[in-house]
């Protein structure tokens, strides 16, 4: 007689259960996702509408930022470059690439939490996925941290300090940031669509993250014993994939490897979050 073990197949008295609507939930969010990205053409549309709303009146409009952040390096580059004795010739390109970098991240953080909720009439009026909305705020982002690039380019010309062949490792550094941002746009769009808390709690968090994030001062004024953990903060790693090949010669490979896993991370929690949830998206903003 076969012992227990081999008995295969239903059990008398057991209780299978099968979510029927997970295929189907699957299959929506990919499919969202591909149509969103074949209509990109209609996120720009609606960026750059964002941009001239935005600066209506204004006579620079986006270039008042480009002005804003001028001052900013300059200033604190005088004022840091002597505080922690070090020429302004070499401390004036890191603290341009660092602050544009991160004002450049921290704006994509921050709206990301508005990015569903600002299109609220939208959604609840027009059957648009809402990998538009994501795409939106990310392509609005862009386009205003473009205008800071001239920035970088004046401060090269000024100080001599132009980059060599390795800047062009700077390209896959913007393709993981351009990553996190759209995780980030879809997952904390939806997260503060259903919590209204959680935006304060962000910007106070990011805060927080530009003292402890080497953006003003150097990895290299740390005891190598301490700087080895630096890898571990998420926005140095992917900060430092877009500004080490500009002005420090290029990333570590701890760096890059660190910066691929938090990008993988990222984007398969918010692809989790919205297979889960992106039914409840209309009811939620």
């Not at 001052?71 to 580059?77: I, K, Q």
């Not at 020429?87 to 450049?104: D, G, H, R």
């Not at 904390?188 to 808390?197: E, K, N, Q, T, V």
């Not at 290029?250 to 660190?258: E, L, Q």
Request: hydrophobic content about 55%; proline content about 7%; glycine content about 8%.
């Amino acid at each position: 007689m076969p012992d227990g073990s081999a008995i295969s197949g239903p059990q008398p008295g057991a209780l299978y259960v099968f979510d029927a609507s997970r295929p189907r939930r699957i299959a929506a969010a990919l499919g969202d996702i591909a149509t969103g990205l074949r209509r990109v053409r209609l996120s720009v549309a609606l960026a750059s509408l964002d941009i001239r709303n935005r600066y209506r009146g204004s006579v620079l409009g986006p270039f008042w930022l480009t002005l804003s952040t001028a001052a900013m390096v300059g200033g604190l580059g005088l004022l840091y470059s002597s505080l922690f004795k070090m020429s302004l010739a070499e401390y004036l390109p890191f603290i341009a690439v660092s602050l544009i970098v991160w004002n450049t991240i921290n704006a994509i953080v921050t709206d990301a939490c508005t990015s569903l909720t600002s299109a609220e009439g939208i959604i609840r009026q027009l059957p648009l996925p809402y990998t538009v909305h994501v795409l939106r705020c990310v392509w609005r982002n862009a386009v205003i941290a473009a205008h800071n690039l001239p920035i970088i380019l004046a401060v090269f010309l000024a100080t001599g300090a132009w980059p060599g062949w390795e800047a062009w490792q700077a390209l896959p550094g913007l393709a993981l940031l351009g990553i996190n941002a759209c995780a980030l746009a879809l997952f904390l769009g939806m997260l503060c669509a259903r919590f209204r808390d959680i935006p304060p709690i962000v910007g106070s968090v990011m805060q927080l993250a530009f003292f402890l994030s080497p953006v003003i001062w150097k990895p290299e004024l740390l005891e190598p014993s301490r700087a080895a953990w630096l890898p571990l903060n998420p926005f140095y790693a992917v900060m430092e994939t877009v500004r080490g090949p500009l002005v420090e010669g290029g990333a570590s490979a701890t760096v890059w490897v660190a910066a691929v896993v938090y990008t993988a991370a990222m984007a398969g929690i918010a692809l989790a979050f919205f297979i889960r949830f992106r039914g409840r998206i209309a009811f939620w903003v």
